[in-house]
């Protein structure tokens, strides 16, 4: 059993937890992932890493509540526990020294960056972090984004907070304005991961994004993750969850991740009238 | 001495038509009665040539006549002095390659039924519920740490700590059993009776870790520091795909996310349990073996109206077990023989639509000893299918070869260890299973734990490597 000792509402239906999960917290490294499940009766949901607090054994989950699974952990609390937390999984972010990076997060992908660029940081380079919400209540983490980053630009989608547009009108901007740019790491929604790379594929910029496809086990054993990069299958698991943006098939990608969408409904469906009938 | 029945007593089982609508197991095993007469169809040798066919040679002429006797307790208790998950052995064990292929009455008629009666032994001791725990040695104060929850890790396990040794069995899915649990199907191998032989293998003092990655939790060299040897029997878990144009369309699954989905998850009791699986109309599941008939037989079971295996060779050179087989046969599993995919077509959404196939003929005689398939030029036709399943192997798993540095591998990924003790080339390591000799059997897994436990438990007390 894995027990909640935080929980925080970051923006309406986006909530941080942290559980405690000593073992995980002291190996995870940055760009990695856990699966828990909540109760017996529950399916493995990957989730990538927020943060991992070594001395304390903490390890931080941000999520968006999407399905019934994310809404189910949604109304867990502190002092609630889930029964399965497995991790670290997947390979960490290639961290190194490259000299001006750019950190993108779009949604909740912004937690997720939010480690990376930290280590990027750390690790000696010039961090350029881009963030991005559909609206100004959904916009999380600025306060951090902002600690671990040189500079930091922000963008809504509806213009109610700072800039109106889109992560990669600012991206376009900086390399515009002849910023040079050594590295990108991209994580959101995969329609942003995906502009992201159309927009830096004409200057060749290395540009890594993190994929998020359906997972089961998650430990390489069962290749529902399996992703195009470069024209060959790879599983995104255990030779990812990171991959050079450039390379990654994301048709395939938006396509694989809508296998389940009628069975997601149902049981979504089933959870919001049983919800309903409980109060 | 009268002579014996001719032919084993049948075991009664679920009629094909009914249960393709269920998960339950298909046979029943045997009653009291049908045991005794079909243990009395046993000669007792005196030099019983079915013992050497058992990988963890088991008593079986002891067990058989006991029996025979019907004192099932003593029956019970001869099987566990060598095999320590009787009720899974009895089920999916591949008798009739084993103990029943050289039975002495195989000359004149049908053998002696000896995993039905391993079987039947284990379920009266279930039913009885009374379990005898054997007696354990004293502690000795090694610490012993097993890596992999599924048949080789319990046998190893379940010796070890008979030992007197203190042993913490990791698994890295949320239960313990293996194959056992994400693999063999329900019906096949009912779960609780997976549940009751690991809740054993606890009660004996083993300590279990679920939801435990080695390798990527702890690696094996952070276990090497806290115990002082480390088993892996981790498996055969990396699903093999064709690389076939079109292999990524939605509705393709290898046969280990099928069966995951299916049996470790639930998702045959959707939406009760919350992981969801496809329910296709036209199945078709590539490959030969026991896992290809369990896909098959779960496609139907889930509601398809037609499904298929699609084999490249023909009937004879299946792997599969002939009882499965026959099972898929009588349950109308459509075989299509002589058949080897190329091609996948799908619709505007990324579905897969249908396969191309080629039919091919048999050749020569390959390194496996079966007749090569050789496909037939301009042969191409096409499957309609909305749902496949690959089926056609695994190899080991890499994820601890990966994060063991100095851990031999061979070339297909296996770790390297010695047959005759379960040594891998790192000084505290042993190793069995699939790991080392690739998808495999059960009890083959069970007999290189077996054989890995005695050698480490040599290991422990010496400390000669």
Redesign the interface.
């Known amino acids: 059993m894995f027990k909640i000792l935080l929980k925080k509402e970051l923006a309406p239906s986006i909530k941080l937890f942290e559980f405690d999960a000593p073992l995980i917290a002291r190996k995870a490294k940055p760009g990695q992932f856990v699966v828990l499940r909540i109760n017996e009766e529950g399916e493995r949901i990957p989730l990538t890493i927020a943060d991992a607090k070594k001395d304390s054994g903490r390890l931080v989950i941000v999520f968006q509540e999407v399905g019934k699974s994310t809404k189910l952990l949604g109304t867990l609390n502190v002092g609630d526990a889930i029964i399965d937390l497995i991790g670290p999984l997947g390979k960490p972010s290639e961290i190194e020294k490259y000299g001006t990076v750019v950190c993108i997060g779009g949604g909740v992908g912004t937690p997720e960056i939010y480690p990376v660029a930290r280590a990027l940081k750390q690790a000696g380079n010039k961090v350029i972090s881009i963030i991005g919400a559909r609206s100004k209540n959904l916009l999380i983490m600025e306060p951090e984004m902002k600690s671990v980053s040189d500079e930091l630009y922000i963008t809504t989608d509806d213009g109610t907070y700072v800039k109106k547009g889109f992560v990669t009108d600012e991206l376009k901007r900086l390399i515009s304005e002849g910023v040079k740019i050594d590295c990108i790491f991209a994580v959101g929604p995969v329609i942003m991961m995906k502009a992201v790379t159309d927009v830096t594929r004409p200057y060749n910029i290395k540009t890594i994004v993190s994929l998020n496809p359906i997972m089961l086990d998650a430990t390489g054993m069962c290749g529902v993750c399996r992703v195009e990069v470069g024209g060959e299958t790879k599983f995104a698991c255990v030779d990812g969850p990171e991959f050079d943006g450039h390379k990654v098939n994301f048709d395939l990608l938006v396509k694989r991740l809508r296998t389940y969408i009628k069975d997601e409904k149902e049981s979504l469906d089933l959870f919001e009238k049983h919800s309903a009938e409980c109060g | 001495m009268p002579k014996p029945l001719p032919n084993k007593i049948p075991m009664r089982e679920q009629t094909p038509q009914e249960r393709v609508k269920n998960f339950k197991e298909v046979p029943f095993g045997y009653t009291e009665e049908e045991a005794v007469i079909e243990a009395k169809r046993c000669l007792a040798c005196k030099k019983p040539s079915c013992v050497a066919g058992c990988p963890v040679e088991i008593d079986i002429p002891g067990f058989v006549s006991r029996i025979a006797e019907k004192d099932f307790k003593g029956a019970i208790k001869v099987l566990k002095q060598k095999n320590v998950l009787p009720a899974i052995c009895g089920r999916v064990c591949p008798q009739e390659d084993q103990c029943e292929k050289v039975c002495v009455l195989c000359k004149k008629m049908e053998p002696v039924a000896i995993g039905r009666l391993e079987r039947f032994a284990a379920d009266w001791e279930a039913k009885s519920g009374i379990v005898d725990m054997p007696e354990k040695k004293p502690a000795t104060g090694k610490r012993v740490a097993v890596v992999g929850a599924g048949p080789a890790g319990l046998v190893f396990a379940g010796d070890l700590v008979q030992m007197g040794h203190e042993v913490t069995l990791f698994e890295?899915?949320?239960k313990a059993g293996g194959v056992l649990v994400y693999g063999i199907p329900e019906f096949r191998l009912p779960k609780a009776i997976v549940q009751r032989e690991v809740e054993y293998i606890e009660r004996l003092g083993v300590k279990l870790m679920?939801?435990?990655?080695v390798g990527?939790?702890?690696t094996v060299d952070e276990l090497l520091q806290e115990y002082d040897a480390v088993f892996l029997g981790t498996g055969a878990?990396?699903?093999w795909?064709m690389?076939l144009p079109g292999?990524?369309y939605?509705?393709i699954?290898?046969a280990?996310?099928y069966l995951?989905?299916s049996n470790l998850?639930?998702a045959y009791l959707?939406?009760?349990?919350?992981?969801?699986i496809?329910r296709g109309k036209r199945v078709a599941t590539i490959g030969g073996g026991n896992v290809a008939m369990d896909s098959a037989r779960t496609a139907l079971r889930l509601g398809a109206e037609k499904s298929m295996i699609i084999y490249r060779r023909s009937k004879t050179e299946m792997p599969a077990r002939i009882e499965e087989v026959h099972h898929a046969e009588e349950e109308g599993i459509q075989f299509e023989f002589l058949t080897l995919p190329v091609k996948y077509y799908g619709d505007e959404?990324?579905w897969v639509k249908e396969m191309e196939c080629l039919r091919m003929e048999l050749g020569e005689p390959d390194a496996s000893g079966r007749r090569r398939p050789i496909n037939i030029p301009g042969s191409e036709f096409r499957i309609p299918a909305d749902t496949v399943v690959v089926a056609i192997g695994?190899s080991p798993?890499?994820?601890i070869p990966q994060t063991t540095p100095d851990l031999q591998v061979g070339k297909h990924g296996n770790i390297i260890a010695d047959e005759k003790t379960g040594k891998s080339t790192k000084k505290g390591v042993f190793a069995g299973g699939d790991i080392v000799t690739g998808a495999a059997t059960v009890i083959l897994a069970m007999g290189a734990g077996r054989i890995a436990a005695k050698s480490c438990d040599e290991y422990l007390k010496t400390g000669i490597w």
């Open positions: 890295a899915l949320h679920t939801s435990f990655v990527n939790t702890q878990g990396l699903p795909f690389n292999e990524n939605s509705g699954y290898s280990n996310e995951v989905r998850m639930k959707f939406p009760q349990y919350d992981t969801p496809v959404n990324g695994q798993n890499p994820l």
